[in-house]
C-alpha cells in the first residue's frame, strides 16, 4: 500500500492500513475500538464508550468556527468476515492484506473491509489533522453494524451535540445518500390439519428452481420471480385436477427474494397425463412471461414416494389462499425520487415444521422510507393470513429515514461537489436499511446525508475499493466540513 501514501488520500491510506492490520470482524470489533481509544489518549483527543461498544470522539472547532454547526462524522467500527476456502485465514487474529490491482484496492482472498474501514480511516485522519477547518466536531464509531446494527440501535439520546451528520457508509462515489427505508418483520404460523390418504393415489414432486433471488429490498422492483408465489400461481392453475396438498416449502431467508420452491400433491393415478402437461404448459408461459428477469427458470414435476399425510381441505384452502393474497413485491414509489421504490413486502420464507406435525412458518418483510405506510402494510399482511387462521407477530421494528427535500447538508455537499469535480452529484435514497434510519428515532432532528468512495462487492471476497473515488471521498469531506457554516 505504499504506493498509495503519494495520493490525495494519502492521511486516509495511512489509517486503513494501521485498521487492516488488527483483526475487527462483527462482534469482535474491540480490538480495534481498544487501539483507536489509546490512539485518541496519545493525541489528546476526548474518546468515550458507551455501553454497547459505540465510540464517540470529540475535537474542538478550528480557529474561527467555533459558533459555526456542529457536526458528527460517522463510520462503523465493524467488517464482514468472508473468505474464499482456498486459503487459510483467522479473521480473529488475522491481518487482511491489502492488495493494489490496476486502479482497485482488494485483499488476498478475504473481504477488504473497505465497508466501511476507508469511512472510519477517514474520521481518524479528520481528527489527526489540525490544518482542516470545521467547527465542532464529534466522530461516533459505531459497534457491530453488519449483524444487526446493535450499535445504532443502542445509541442513547443525549449522547451526542452535533446537529448535522456524516454518514460515510455507502459504496458508489457520486451519489449522496438522503433517505433509507425502515423495515419490519411479519411471521407467521399458520396451524394445518392433516388426514389419511386414499390408498391408490400418486404423488407429484413440483418444483420451481434456477430463480436470481437477490436482496429483498434493492432487487425488488426488477421484476424478478417470487418462488414462493410463482409455485403458488401453478397450483391455482391446476384446475379439474382434484388434488391433494401434502407439503408446501420455499425460500430461505426473510430479506432474500425466494430463488426456489416446492411441493407435494397426491391425486389419483389418472390425472398423471394432465398434470405433466398443464406443468409443461405452465413451465412455457412462466417462460415468457419472465423471459427478460428469469432466464433460467425451471418448473418441474417428477413422481415421488408417497407421503405419509395430506392436509385437509380447509387447511390446503387456508395456505393457498392466504399465500395467493399476500401482498408481494413493489407497493408504492417514492414522489420526490425516480425509480425508487417507497414500500414493498417480500414473501420470503415458507417452512412446514413436518416433525412436530401441523405449523407452516411463513416469514415476510415490509420495508418502507414512510412509517406509516410501512405499519399499514404490515397490517394489512397481517390481516390476510389473521382471516385465515394464522397468529401473525409483527417483530423487530426498525424505522426508516425520510428524504428530507428542503435539507440544508444536501445543497452543501452537492455545492461542494461541484465545485470540486464540475458534475452535479445524483441524489438518491436506498431501499434498504442504513444506520441513519435507526438514528432518526433517538435524533429525529438530526440533518443527515450519507457518501463515500466507490466499493464494489462488498461482503463478499470479491470486494475491492477503487483508488482515485477515495481521494475523491476525501476531497469532498475536507471541503464540506469547511463549508458546514
Ligand atoms: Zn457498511
Not at 170 to 188: I, K, P, R
Not at 219 to 246: C, M, Q, W, Y
Amino acid at each position: 500500500m505504499q504506493a498509495l501514501h503519494s495520493t490525495i488520500a494519502s492521511p486516509v491510506w495511512s489509517y486503513f492500513s494501521t485498521i487492516c492490520s488488527i483483526p475487527h470482524p462483527s462482534k469482535h470489533d474491540r480490538k480495534l475500538a481498544d487501539w483507536i481509544i489509546h490512539w485518541a489518549k496519545e493525541k489528546n483527543i476526548s474518546c468515550v464508550q458507551d455501553e454497547i461498544g459505540n465510540l464517540i470522539l470529540k475535537k474542538a472547532a478550528s480557529h474561527g468556527y467555533e459558533n459555526n454547526t456542529a457536526i458528527i462524522l460517522q463510520a462503523h467500527l465493524d467488517m464482514v468476515p468472508q473468505k474464499n476456502n482456498n486459503i487459510d485465514h483467522n479473521f480473529l487474529t488475522d491481518a487482511i492484506k491489502p492488495i493494489i490491482e490496476g486502479e482497485w484496492l482488494r485483499a488476498d482472498n478475504t473481504t477488504l473491509g473497505a465497508d466501511n474501514g476507508i469511512g472510519m480511516a477517514a474520521c481518524l485522519a479528520v481528527l489527526a489533522d489540525n490544518t482542516l477547518q470545521h467547527g465542532p466536531l464529534e466522530v461516533l464509531l459505531t459497534t457491530d453494524e453488519e449483524t444487526g446494527m446493535t450499535g445504532a440501535f443502542g445509541l442513547k439520546a443525549n449522547a451526542l451535540q452535533g446537529k448535522i451528520l456524516l454518514n460515510t457508509d455507502s459504496e458508489q462515489e457520486g451519489e449522496l445518500f438522503v433517505g433509507c427505508a425502515g423495515g419490519v418483520n411479519v411471521t407467521v404460523t399458520l396451524p394445518y390439519e392433516i388426514m389419511e390418504r386414499e390408498p391408490d393415489n400418486s404423488a407429484f414432486e413440483i418444483c420451481l428452481d434456477g430463480l436470481k433471488g437477490g436482496h429483498s429490498g434493492c432487487d425488488i422492483n426488477l421484476g424478478r420471480a417470487n418462488a414462493i408465489k410463482t409455485l403458488v400461481s401453478v397450483l391455482n392453475n391446476l384446475e379439474g385436477i382434484p388434488f391433494h396438498l401434502a407439503y408446501f416449502e420455499g425460500g430461505s431467508l426473510r430479506n432474500a427474494i425466494p430463488r426456489e420452491a416446492s411441493c407435494v400433491i397426491i391425486c389419483d393415478p389418472q390425472y398423471q397425463n394432465s398434470i405433466e402437461i398443464i406443468i409443461n404448459t405452465l413451465q412455457k408461459n412462466l417462460c415468457s412471461q419472465f423471459k427478460a428477469s428469469e432466464p433460467n427458470l425451471a418448473l418441474s414435476v417428477k413422481s415421488c414416494a408417497l407421503p405419509g399425510f395430506i392436509l385437509t381441505h380447509k387447511s390446503q384452502a387456508n395456505l393457498l389462499t392466504s399465500l395467493t393474497q399476500c401482498n408481494n413485491g413493489v407497493f408504492s414509489m417514492d414522489n420526490n425520487f425516480s425509480d425508487v421504490v417507497q414500500t414493498s413486502s417480500n414473501l420470503g420464507v415458507v417452512s412446514q415444521n413436518r416433525n412436530n406435525r401441523g405449523v407452516f412458518d411463513i416469514q415476510v418483510l415490509v420495508r418502507s422510507q414512510v412509517e406509516q405506510e410501512k405499519q399499514a402494510e404490515a397490517q394489512k399482511i397481517a390481516q390476510q393470513f389473521e382471516q385465515h387462521d394464522a397468529t401473525v407477530s409483527l417483530t423487530g421494528n426498525y424505522p426508516g429515514w425520510t428524504p428530507n427535500p428542503h435539507s440544508e447538508i444536501y445543497k452543501t455537499v452537492e455545492k461542494q461537489y461541484v465545485k470540486l469535480f464540475d458534475k452535479q452529484p445524483k441524489a438518491m435514497v436506498i431501499h434498504a436499511g442504513l444506520e441513519c434510519g435507526l438514528f432518526s428515532a433517538e435524533y429525529p432532528q438530526w440533518d443527515m446525508i450519507s457518501f463515500g468512495p466507490t466499493i464494489k462487492f462488498p461482503h463478499s471476497p470479491d470486494e475491492k475499493v477503487q483508488i482515485n473515488s477515495v481521494d475523491k471521498f476525501w476531497q469532498l469531506l475536507v471541503a464540506t466540513l469547511k463549508a458546514i457554516d
